[in-house]
């Protein structure tokens, strides 16, 4: 939809605004191939450790676009109350992605045989995640099929099952879910709960190599701003464009300092990757990274374990970071997002620390995506107040 | 449908009948209970060791029919050209279905599933192997659900894996197939080979607690007689008609010798079971057990080694029968079926022999289903070969 304005206009505030500012501001719902890049970075951050490769995800965007023109970006609350959006993303081991990503053609199955089964087709599509490679899926399928990208995902970060949504957490089933892989197996599932579907999908995902493409967790406009996380795919395009930037900053440090504002996070740690420990299995990535620190952190040892996402974060056997609370490495110098499955022995990195959507703060988020269900024995304990109680220890 | 004749009349052949033969004939074809537990027997001989337990198998079917009424028994070429037939089975560890079995919803969920994949409605359901549950299960589908069942099976006999049918490796998709559990989760699975169906499904099926129910193998009219195995339903009856009067002859070895001459096999050996190996793994049984030769067979060990269905049968490391053909236990004293789940230390068995259906007996049915599929290092020889070469060792 494009609007042809000749002159000046009065905006709804009754500011004068140029024709540019105007025109601007409806590109800005649309999302072309500098956004994608944006999104990417932005949501890899988001990913915390997991959520799949920025690069590999922008490829199969970008050339989707390319090929059918950009994506329109809607905001939850335009999507009428009885509209169906159906999430497309990936599920596995983020590692394998790098070799093994969709070709597109598993959504154009999945969406018609999810849309058969409701009656109803897709009014839009949305991440269920945000993360390098789900942020993207769902802009490829947009500009395949012709649908608008809804602000708005399931997690407000990157989680390794399928029943850490909070869609899944206020009681949207995740099913019926369309499955696929890329030589043409498919299957739709149906389960009594969302425990279930992420039991039969992993299985049927491990199957295929470990990955798959998933088209489910369908959501009607109505239940959008009240379960899911809204505004996600604006503030990964906002975290993207500032570390794109990070070089037009007087220091890497004030462009961090700013990125920590947006995102109300914290830097945990500095230091070296000293050893990673990383294993496939079950379609997860598994694993262990150390992290020796220098200029204020010298003498400390940091570990992050992460499954597919980074679960906790520690500084010398002291906890200062759970899941759900993100955390993130970013490269030292760049501040580009370091995934998991990019994780190299030397590479210099901040650890972030950014609070959960707060839909994760409550006792079903816990229960679902805190330290336990993770099999650690450990309370989760905010980020705030870890980090406060840290810092009180030295002194 | 009833036929109401009032006096003598001529058959086919010319010969007068009376009214008690024409009507006992029309009842020929429904099945009631006591067909229900002899078509049990014979099928559980015919399954080989595996095809799950004829007791429990026979508890669901009796039930449905005690429920709705008895089952029409059809001719494969009863069936129009272009009407569907879907299949109703378990899929898993025998040993399992003991304890785990369907009931009955399962496949009220599925048929209607696959029914609206195929644009068309079953017209009969049958039997995907001869075993001890999966030849009931699609008489309690038919009690359930109204439907004929067609005089047919895919097999011949029972195997462990969803690509082993004379239907598949004639180039019938195994899917669309739908895998229900007994809490109401469900897939509808489609996949690019009947291996990938084999695939799938397993997965799916060891998460579902090792036992699963499906519907699938739908095939037309047209093609029942051409790729499957025809007769199968009214030989398990026959047998288990057999097998029930064994008391009534002279013998119980002239009973052996009128089921030999039915099923054209042979008695392999004879002896006591001193030792049963037997594990659940990957949704399968696996196992093997050691015979200890009586009476001529003294001084002999005989072995059978089964993933389900025996597949492998040697008397003192000597190869005696492979798969495809069959290899099935009976009870010394009463020719009941032995199957694998109720193999007992003491238990004094005779090990038949049986040739397979002449499907199997090709190029692609040995390399579906031979001694070389299931990781033995044999060369399929027909079973009439390999008894006749025995048989002269000793002259």
Request: aromatic share 8%; net charge negative.
């Amino acid at each position: 939809m494009y609007f042809f304005i000749n002159g000046p206009y009065t905006d709804y505030y009754g500011y004068q605004k140029s024709i540019n500012t105007k025109l601007e501001g409806l590109f800005m719902t649309q999302i072309n191939i500098d956004d994608i890049k944006h999104i990417a970075i932005g949501a890899s951050l988001l990913g915390a450790g997991g959520g799949g490769n920025p690069y590999v995800g922008t490829l199969m965007a970008i050339s989707a676009v390319r090929e059918k023109g950009p994506v329109q970006l809607i905001e939850p609350t335009d999507v009428p109350e009885d509209a169906l959006v159906i999430s497309a993303s990936m599920v596995g081991a983020p590692a394998v992605s790098l070799e093994k990503f969709p070709n597109g053609n598993e959504y154009d199955k999945a969406f018609p045989l999810l849309e058969e089964t409701y009656g109803q087709k897709a009014y839009a599509t949305y991440p269920i995640e945000a993360g390098g490679i789900n942020s993207m899926i769902p802009i490829m399928v947009a500009a395949r099929r012709g649908l608008p990208l809804v602000d708005v995902d399931g997690m407000g970060r990157a989680f390794p099952e399928l029943q850490m949504t909070t869609f899944a957490i206020a009681g949207h089933p995740v099913t019926p879910i369309v499955i696929t892989d890329e030589r043409g197996n498919n299957a739709l599932v149906n389960t009594i709960d969302a425990n279930w579907a992420e039991k039969i999908i992993r299985t049927i995902t491990v199957k295929m190599g470990a990955t798959s493409s998933v088209a489910g967790d369908a959501v009607h406009g109505k239940d959008l701003v009240a379960n899911g996380v809204t505004g996600i795919i604006s503030l990964s395009k906002q975290i993207g464009e500032l570390i794109d930037s990070a070089s037009d900053f007087e220091t890497v440090d004030a462009a961090l300092t700013q990125l920590l504002q947006i995102t109300k996070g914290y830097k945990l740690f500095t230091g070296k990757i000293t050893d990673i420990n990383h294993t496939t299995k079950d379609g997860f990535n598994f694993g262990e990274v150390t992290i020796e620190g220098f200029g204020t952190f010298e003498q400390s040892f940091g570990s992050v374990s992460f499954q597919n996402e980074n679960i906790i974060f520690k500084v010398n056997d002291q906890v200062l970071a759970t899941a759900p609370d993100l955390i993130t490495l970013v490269d030292v110098d760049t501040l580009i997002p370091v995934t998991n499955e990019e994780l190299r022995y030397g590479k210099r990195v901040n650890v972030l620390g950014l609070p959960a959507n707060s839909k994760w703060r409550t006792e079903v988020g816990i229960a679902t995506v805190g330290p336990r269900y993770f099999g650690y024995d450990i309370d989760y304990v905010p980020l705030e107040q870890l980090v406060e109680k840290y810092s009180k220890m030295g002194e």
